[in-house]
């Protein structure tokens, strides 16, 4: 649109036109082919800036400079019209060439070029209906916001709302009459309009104006990116030079549509064309009639134009009256801007962006920062920003080039204090200055919270991943969405393939959730729960427990999972089973030793008696030598409980056990069929071990009876085999009592079924057996492995089901190669050496009146005088009555009233170099070696066999009185 100018320079022009246009006019008579750039422009409606006119013409600000600069560049504009969102999908897929009217922001700069020169700055306002009160942003909390699709403004909006918190609803439209329209209808609180469509449009609708006004920006032109570069220069060029010039096109426009003054007439080209139309009229008789009917055709269009423009003035005299109305409340809203500006309770400042200089702050800047106005705009921004000039100027050129428009700083308030602040920063012109318009907020006390929440986090976070079980949390749906770092080892998984899924596919390997699984029952009952769950691809097994985290209404938010690995544990109960078992065997067996090792005393003792007077050759004799062997086979049996169970200790000593092991195969080569071959490897310079010959030599049978009983039909190989081997620490993981160094291994090997890896675990434990019922008690390898243990050794087991079985014994070897052990004759060499019978004085005691009698005989056979009682209290009140009268005092141990050790100590206590022997058939409160290191001379357990007693009193007698046996051992004379 164009304006009228000066009457004088209209007149001065006209003349100089008049001989160009005579040319021009000469020139459309013939026809020509136009050589101007075609421009597809975008066009939307946004009263003044860009619209439809009654007529169909697009009108406004940004249309009459653009026509402006393509008369100039000689551009034949075609206006593609459409919904502002519609325009920028043109823009954005390059169906237009320019768009008119748009605001820039970084987004937008993305996605579009823009002129370098802005056209006309804008800022958002929000209108409210008449029965919605706004005073603040804060009232818009719940309301139903309507807004123009795709606008800058709305964008804007949403963001500040999202920053305070708010919640609004919006409704998107296509242009901002349909914004007012929903206002005036009730169908939306509020609207967000531009102030300058507002300033010419608002009055058409029954709205009310709000004080929040936001966001200025520049309006410009803009074109698809990186095309159509050329025609944004000539733009730029062209606007600039328009704005430099006071009475351009630019300003008469903008006074036009926006200041509101009607003084529109038509243009001064037209003018000029019709002065000369009225000259050219005079040389019309001289032309040809072909350029009188061209003239004509001229005058007629140019006709319907001047009454065209004569609509366009009566239009245009009409806008202006409004125009100069809205110009007023334009000024209007610019003060209640600025007393926002002063009013708000949010810290603002206007800086100079050139040179960080304060240009103005609002008093809640002043109270923020603790400074009067005068001061704080003497202060750059550079002295309340901790960061260095540099960083602060750095950080302004990019709000100035708008690359960024929120940050976080740390500001210095007039008393020192640094305060953490939260900025939103944007240029704005104001009075023609670029300035940056800066709202802070202060988030001290958020950061506070945010680090006091970090560090919470993180703590939780540590504690959580600190624990080395199995820890998630799952949704309702079992699905893990948390899982510590113990998960991701044990599983062997990254963590991002560990969260989103199922539990039981993960943890338990199965695809549906386990039958038992505490989960499920805690998801169910909000209830903890705890189970074991074996891990089948893990083969491990884990106690599982569950519970349920509810939230604030008592509904199931989560569900915490807590798996520990518990293999090695329920191994450990395994072993304690095991233990648990011996122990009680073993409490079995001291219970009964001492009451079967005196019935065995009594049985073998009356037996040697009775065999004693019978003829050698007799079938009684015979009949009670089998009494005899069958209670040293008794005895034999109690031996091997009471070694199973270490209630009692065998006697080791040192030997060859090449010799024991040579001699218990020549005794069973005679025992076992013929069907078994025997095949032995026995070195015999293996070495010497510290044992007992009785369990050696018991070791061997047991094993070779197993390997018998394990070949089927009794036909097949037994190899046994004797060597020294060296043991280092390496091979004996898991042998906690046993140290490293030479050993003596006996291996014994058959042929016969082998054993799966079941019965491997089971073989050790009492009373276990495959031997069907009365074929086997179960107690040999459980006794083999006690004897083994108690001598610091190991027993190890190979076998394979179908081939065979392989035990190896090890027992530690003696570092030094001893000699051969002595017999007890050895032992007793004093006793042997010289005639068993004496006549010393012996008091003899035992709660066992068969023990009494039985031990009486024998020693009185063997001229022995000797007293007997029953009562330990009873014996003892005949020793403090003449502790003379006895040469010695033989006392069973367990006895009610006085034991035999308590008998002794106070024996003693009478007559110091009294000699005593103690029996025991069992007991665990006095030892050998106790008894001996009090004064008890000798330690005898029962059952005590043949004359075993007799050379033990003779040997004890002649140790503490060697010459008075030597005279009564002199023969008798005889007459």
């Not at 001065?12 to 750039?37: E, R």
Request: aromatic residues 8%.
């Amino acid at each position: 649109m164009f304006f009228r100018g000066d009457n004088n320079i209209y007149k001065n022009n006209a003349l100089y036109l008049l001989t160009p246009l005579v040319v021009l006019l000469l020139l459309l008579s013939c026809p020509t082919q136009a050589l101007s750039k075609r421009i597809k422009v975008g066009v939307y409606s946004n009263k003044p800036l860009v619209f439809k006119d009654g007529n169909g013409r697009f009108q406004g600000f940004a249309i009459d400079i653009l026509r402006s600069i393509a008369s100039q560049e000689d551009w034949k504009l075609q206006f593609i019209e459409g919904t502002w969102k519609e325009c920028l999908q043109r823009l954005k897929n390059g169906e237009i060439d320019i768009q008119v009217a748009i605001a820039y922001s970084p987004e937008r700069k993305k996605l579009y070029d823009f002129a370098d020169e802005t056209l006309i700055t804008n800022w958002g306002r929000v209108y409210s209906n008449t029965n919605f009160q706004v005073e603040s942003i804060l009232d818009l909390s719940g309301s139903t916001v309507s807004v123009l699709d795709n606008d800058i403004y709305y964008q804007s909006l949403k963001e500040i709302i999202e920053k305070f918190g708010l919640k609004v609803n919006f409704i998107t439209l296509n242009s901002y009459d349909e914004v007012l329209q929903f206002v005036q209808d009730n169908k939306a609180d509020a609207g967000v309009i531009n102030r300058i469509y507002a300033s010419q449009n608002a009055h058409r609708f029954i709205v009310e104006k709000t004080p929040i006004i936001f966001s200025p920006t520049d309006v410009s032109y803009a074109a698809p990116k990186n095309r159509n570069s050329d025609i944004l220069q000539g733009i730029s060029q062209h606007l600039k030079k328009l704005k430099a010039d006071k009475s351009s096109i630019y300003y008469q426009s903008l006074e036009y549509w926006l200041d509101g003054q009607q003084k529109p007439l038509a243009p001064r080209w037209i003018k000029t064309t019709l002065l000369a139309l009225g000259l050219l009229f005079s040389f019309a008789v001289a032309l040809t009639l072909f350029l009188r009917q061209q003239i004509r055709t001229r005058t007629e269009e140019l006709t319907t134009r001047n009454q065209q423009l004569s609509k366009v003035k009566e239009q245009l005299e009409k806008e202006i009256s409004e125009r100069k109305k809205r110009e007023e409340e334009l000024k209007e809203s610019e003060k209640r801007y600025f007393s926002l500006f002063a009013n708000n309770h949010s810290v603002m400042l206007l800086i100079n962006p050139e040179n960080g200089n304060i240009v103005d702050a609002n008093p809640a800047a002043c109270r923020y920062y603790g400074y009067s106005i005068n001061e704080i705009v003497s202060l750059k921004i550079s002295d309340i920003n901790i960061l260095s000039k540099e960083q602060v100027f750095q950080e302004m050129k990019k709000e100035k080039l708008e690359q960024r428009n929120h940050f976080y700083f740390k500001h210095r308030l007039k008393t020192g204090e640094i305060r953490d602040v939260e900025v939103y920063s944007g240029p704005i012109t104001i009075h023609g200055s670029k300035l940056l318009y800066s709202i802070i907020h202060d988030i001290t006390e958020r950061k506070k919270a945010e680090a006091a929440l970090r560090k919470s986090e993180e703590e939780w976070n540590r504690t959580f991943n600190s624990f080395a079980d199995i820890v998630t949390l799952m949704d309702i749906d079992l699905r893990i969405i948390k899982a510590n770092q113990a998960t991701c080892n044990i599983l062997g998984l990254p963590c991002d393939e560990i969260i989103g899924n199922h539990c039981h596919r993960l943890l338990y390997g199965s695809e549906n959730p386990c039958t038992d699984c505490p989960v499920l029952d805690a998801k169910e009952n909000f209830q903890p729960y705890t189970r074991e769950i074996y891990h089948e691809n893990l083969q491990k097994t884990f106690m599982v427990s569950a519970a349920p985290v509810l939230d604030e209404q008592g509904n199931l938010e989560f569900i915490a999972h807590v798996a520990k690995d518990i293999t090695e544990l329920k191994q450990l109960e395994e072993k304690l089973s095991q233990a648990q078992k011996m122990e009680a065997i073993g409490t079995l067996a001291g219970g009964i030793a001492h009451d079967f090792n005196n019935i065995l005393s009594a049985i073998i003792g009356f037996a040697e008696l009775a065999r004693q007077n019978i003829p050698a050759d007799s079938k009684a004799a015979k009949d009670i030598d089998q009494v005899i062997s069958s209670g040293k086979r008794a005895t034999d049996l109690v031996k091997q409980i009471l070694t199973f169970s270490r209630k009692t200790s065998s006697d080791p000593q040192p030997l060859k056990p090449h010799l024991v092991v040579k001699d218990t195969l020549h005794m069973l080569r005679s025992t076992l069929p013929t069907t078994i071959t025997i095949e032995e490897d026995i070195d015999q310079e293996c070495g010497t071990i510290l044992a007992d010959p009785t369990n050696i030599q018991q070791i061997v049978v047991n094993l070779c009876t197993n390997a018998l009983h394990a070949m089927e039909n009794q036909k097949g190989t037994l190899r046994v085999s004797l060597h020294r081997r060296q043991i280092g620490d390496a091979e004996l993981i898991g042998e906690a009592e046993v140290s490293a160094g030479p050993f003596v291994v006996l291996t014994v090997s058959d042929t016969g079924c082998g054993m799966d890896q079941t019965l491997l675990d089971r073989i050790f434990e009492p009373y276990f057996t495959t031997k069907e019922m009365g074929k086997g008690t179960g107690l040999g390898l459980a006794v083999l492995h006690g004897i083994v243990q108690s001598y610091k050794g190991f027993v190890r087991v190979e076998s394979t089901p179908g081939k065979g079985s392989s035990f190896s014994i090890f027992l530690p070897a003696l570092q030094e190669i001893t000699s051969e052990p002595e017999d007890l004759a050895s032992e007793t060499s004093p006793a042997e050496t010289s005639p068993l019978m004496g006549h010393e004085r012996i008091l003899i005691v035992d709660d066992e009146l068969l023990l009494v009698r039985a031990g009486q005989r024998m020693l009185e056979y063997y001229g022995y005088k000797v007293t007997a009682v029953t009562d330990s209290r009873d014996a003892l009140e005949k020793i403090q009555a003449d502790p003379e009268q006895f040469d010695l005092l033989i006392s069973d141990q367990t006895m009610p009233g006085l034991t035999g050790f308590e008998l002794a100590q106070t024996v003693l206590e009478i007559k110091p170099d009294m000699p005593i022997i103690l029996c025991t058939g069992h007991s665990e409160v006095v030892s050998k070696e106790k008894a001996l290191a009090m004064g008890i001379k000798k330690y005898l357990t029962k059952p005590i066999i043949g004359d075993t007693l007799v050379k033990a009193v003779r040997m004890v007698l002649d140790e503490n009185n060697p010459q008075t046996h030597q005279e009564s051992a002199l023969p008798e004379e005889r007459d």
